[in-house]
């Protein structure tokens, strides 16, 4: 079992940064690929990025690529969303995940945990 914890949500203005944390409890943190998913409202969740165990290898979607970045600490038990240049598009509610089931990054289904989200809300 592993528990996730998001932090680092707030309100930004476009063109801003915000970091997101997700602290991971439990055991074998390490070995898990964690991804970063948004909901905005009246939309479905969607994948927007995704990084390996040994954290060497990140995916990220199109509509984000270029502006954030996921790395992540297996020392502290810690992944992390940095957005860079924020827009008014971004805004929603951000859910780490782990427990990757091996198949696509892409779709919610393929994880096992998650977090209870963090809102991030992006003005222009």
């Known amino acids: 079992q592993v528990q996730l914890v998001e932090s680092g949500g707030g309100l930004a203005q476009a063109g801003d940064s915000l970091r997101l944390s997700c602290a991971a409890s439990g055991r074998a943190f390490s070995s898990y690929t964690m991804a970063w998913f948004r909901q905005a409202p009246g939309k479905e969740r969607e994948f927007v990025g995704a990084i390996n165990w040994r954290g060497d290898r990140t995916y990220l979607a199109d509509s984000v690529k270029g502006r954030f970045t996921i790395f992540r600490d297996n020392a502290k038990n810690m992944a992390y969303l940095q957005m860079n240049s924020l827009k008014p598009e971004d805004t929603a509610v951000y859910y780490c995940?782990?427990?990757?089931?091996?198949?696509?990054?892409?779709?919610?289904?393929?994880?096992?945990?998650w977090g209870q989200g963090t809102q991030v809300t992006v003005s222009s």
């Open positions: 995940a782990a427990g990757w089931r091996g198949n696509s990054y892409y779709y919610v289904t393929e994880y096992d945990y």
